[in-house]
């Protein structure tokens, strides 16, 4: 059975067992060690400058440890209705700032779009009776896979700053973003006015260590006492951190998301017409009928039902190559 | 140089290492794989009845998880003055239930009496204007590490069913209290009134994988919606779960325990009447000038300064006993 | 200058005036007076059975600390868009429940219909990365001025005990449904499944004090908790519960709601096609051209503009009937 | 029957009833009224400086706004472990700031000297696994009825500004503090290095209405916001301004507190060397056999036990001195 269930599924690769090995030692506790001490300079190089640079285990944590660093308990979070921090984290934002909403934004594909944004903005009177926003949350790639260009990122960064918001990137498939647009970390980053970015590994190969990104560095020294009070800073930080200086080395984190990517976009031109959004990542929203489903499922392959008439398909950095051109056929043949 | 410092900083055992790499292939993501599917079992061979049994990567979680399911936000958790939820975990468990008190106990080497515990409670008038005690925690082996008996602990139990307390055991080194006592894991614990375990692994070996045990499976369903919610519910559990499992297999959590424990003993013996507290688990606390410290960190030994005129010295699963063998006779020579 | 901005611009009625004189003198501190301990028995004369009253300060106050009988940190309080606890009491449920999540609905009117709830419940998926749904919120009359009548409402309550809801009733202008749909309270509340009423007296010729009502009795002990947490508890309640006291003798409440009532009625007539809802209880939304606004104004009136090319006129206990016919007329003149 | 039970026991005075009269017509909602608007000036005489007053209704509210505005969650505030904040206010600062800790100082009297607060600190490690302290608050007079001269406040104002603490005020009974000392408002506050006070009101002759005085003044903003938040911005804010200023024109609050405290004092001559406590505001607490306390409510006298062998009586503004000679007679026929 070939399963596109999920990236979250796939194993981890081998460069990240071999660090956790290589890592079993004595060292100092908590963030202490030698491989903690590396996190700031290697993310520094990946978005050419200085970063603060924290190790964590879910994506979950990271969105929420950084969303509060921007937003009061008394404040709101502006993100796409269907953003994993609203459908997916049960509420993990406002356990992490004390209660803070999330304001809702339509738009196609998961994206957000300045326009919608301000417009939300605009409705809310300036008075102490209403929620006043004080952070924008974006995921690129999307929820459902489409990515945010370094120009469109730049757009929702002016918007921000013009609002007085902090700007929030989750970038749980980051890797697959950055593999899609072309465009360098830090003009899909910093460059663009992102304060604080939710770095994903683990879809992406990784096992369980995220990277949560400060160029707004002056933050993280709160974020480090919340890693704490939030239970996430662990006796043992050492592996987490092997995980992620392991996947920078030699840019496995780029080669792992490219052939991720590459593998959805086999998918994608079988599927042509049947697509619900373009594929500019790794999943794949493709209108069937519960008996194609079946007729699919029935030669081997095993996806989820996302909605009447539609399922998900996500390719992983391990995908099969071999399955994924025999479910192309099949795709191609309903 | 030998470190001393913290079972924190040790290595994880072989066990674990072998068990990640075993658990490296796709299966369900979250909680849905196979080595969680077995967790519930295999703890409950080890308990001698039924329990739920969730993984975490924090003692700081789990405590702070279980303790959220047994007081409100306006309820109080009666712990010791020293304990590692008030001293060592930057008010987590208030963060995870909404605010609660912990209310002070105090007791010699961090262990809690019936009888101070009922005198806490005494004074509190049973009105809106007084936080109300909800939860009982202790910590065995303790901070200081002393242990509990099997009959203390029910002594505590006994007291904690009168008042209608819920009663958290937190056991970041339970192991090494199993093995200290000679107590099975079921009378230190449910069969003493404890209705939530906090079972540390880290510590003793692991990697990155703790247990919450609840006896009271009933608290279980809420647990997982809070794991969630905080962040906690990592997308690749089953890397957690083998390690739990890879060291209850053949018992290596007890022979991890037995073996810091053993070390602690040697240098017990030769610290004598240098003991601050009698040594029945990992830990010492060893009086020593400052100049007596330099002396002994000469001879290529390393560890914490605990207050003036006191030093502490942790022992860990994988101690070289050649060197604590050194150590106990440095430290017999002062 | 003839002022229709709002039922809380206006004075409190005589009778709570009195009452509050009446009250000057030594009696036990908090709810331990003679005043407060009359508060059950004179609303369980009005709702037909036993009740548990509170006195508060603030409708805010009474909605939070109801909900929060009813909805856990983790859960979902379903609300109309336009409700009163999402738009206009920043963000307050969610810092009494510990960061609970409002799940928005629409409807015309800021009425909420059970297929509309039932469909929002049925798009959450039933595990622990979706905030679930615990409870049902509605305001009768409604932010727009219109009423549920018994029938709507206990079609609401069967909704909500065929999930598992809460059912909440923001009550701010309840006097102001009674009158209009001719229900008897009971009808309104807790035969229709209502568990926790806000009743509003404020805007209906109160100064500062408010009810809360648990239908559901076994909720009020933990609210008497936490509106003193909150710091509601006042340390000279007597002048609350007098208050409330006044305003239900004589059926003083619904006399001052009726008053308002007719006022209102008196201007919808006037208004007659530019109303923009039908108008229920003492509420009208009416369009008007700004110049149209203005040449009202000229006349002596001043009320809220409400959204381009619609004004607001809220109508209240003591309206000046010569006032209000003239204003009329000035409308009918548009 | 003659009541010692408590302060808030007592009526509000005619100055205050007057003012309610007074202010009993129609006016802008919240805090838009003419009384409310007046607030800052009026209190910006009393303490020879700019300050930014708000009303709250119960001082509960006020402590834990205040203090809210200068401890985070991950924070904690030093306070005398018989303070009002830590035994009366049901855990109220920690739900208003997301969960900060009381950490609780020793001292006779329930004064806090800069030597035991500075000890206390001095035990803090400054790292992510400890609490930090972040606010200082004490209480004058004390919940023993002690005072705090201006320049044992200046001492505290100078230890906190050395850690860079805030320093919050609970002046429940601040007023009979300023009476017995005899310094000015400003020395025991601002010019003391004070931030915020809870400025009491309704034990000294108000009815429902305290101020809370920011000094700070870049604090009321977050202030107004969370005193929205948390239900207590009253829609009729008048009635609580206009007790206010009415108590402070003429200074009425200041003959209020000097009848109360002079009743202590024909009291504490009587007690003599049965007081536990210097007698410096309005509190007593006598030593008395249970057969001596029940010998003295025989003639007509009521009041509190407080501890084994201990009573405690409280004066108030509006005290019978001829009752209160009475009493004196008895306890000192005792």
Redesign the interface.
């Known amino acids: 059975m070939n399963?596109f269930?999920?990236d979250?599924?796939?194993?981890?690769c081998p460069a990240v067992?071999e660090a956790?090995?290589a890592a079993?030692?004595?060292?100092?506790?908590?963030d202490g060690d030698q491989w903690s001490a590396r996190l700031n300079a290697a993310f520094g190089q990946v978005f050419e400058r200085e970063v603060e640079a924290l190790w964590?285990?879910?994506?979950?944590?990271?969105n929420?440890i950084g969303l509060a660093m921007m937003c009061p308990?008394?404040g709101a979070i502006l993100c796409h209705r269907d953003a994993h921090i609203e459908?997916?984290?049960?509420?993990?934002p406002?356990?992490?700032n004390?209660?803070?909403?999330?304001m809702l934004l339509d738009g196609p594909g998961a994206k957000v779009s300045p326009a919608v944004a301000e417009g939300a903005c605009a409705r809310i009177r300036p008075d102490?009776?209403?929620?006043q926003p004080a952070a924008l949350s974006i995921t690129n790639a999307t929820e459902y896979g489409l990515t945010y260009s370094a120009e469109e990122t730049a757009a929702l960064g002016d918007f921000a700053k013009a609002r007085g918001l902090g700007f929030h990137l989750d970038g749980a498939r980051f890797a697959n973003a950055v593999v899609s647009t072309g465009a360098s970390p830090a003009d899909l980053t910093w460059r663009a006015g992102v304060d604080v970015l939710s770095f994903g590994f683990?879809?992406n190969g990784g096992?369980?260590a995220e990277a949560l990104i400060f160029f707004d560095t002056a933050l993280a020294d709160?974020a480090?006492?919340?890693?704490?009070?939030?239970?996430?800073?662990?006796?043992?930080g050492r592996?987490?951190a092997a995980q992620l200086l392991a996947m920078l080395d030699g840019n496995v984190w780029l080669d792992n998301a490219r052939s991720a990517n590459a593998a959805a976009q086999v998918l994608a031109e079988a599927a042509g017409t049947r697509l619900v959004h373009p594929v500019e990542a790794n999943e794949l929203f493709v209108r069937m009928t519960p008996a194609e489903a079946a007729a699919v499922r029935a030669q081997g392959f095993d996806f989820y039902d996302w909605a009447p008439g539609e399922v998900r398909l996500v390719t992983s950095w391990d995908q099969d190559m071999d399955a994924v051109a025999k479910l192309a056929v099949a795709i191609g043949a309903l």
Chains 1, 2, 3, 4 share one sequence.
């Open positions: 399963r269930f999920s979250n599924a796939a194993a981890a067992i956790i090995a079993n030692r004595l060292d100092s506790a908590y964590v285990t879910t994506g979950t944590a990271a929420s308990p008394t459908n997916d984290e049960a509420g993990a406002a356990m992490y004390g209660g803070a909403k999330l102490v009776h209403q929620i683990v879809k096992m369980n709160k480090k006492v919340l890693r704490k009070r939030s239970g996430h800073l662990l006796s043992k592996y987490l």
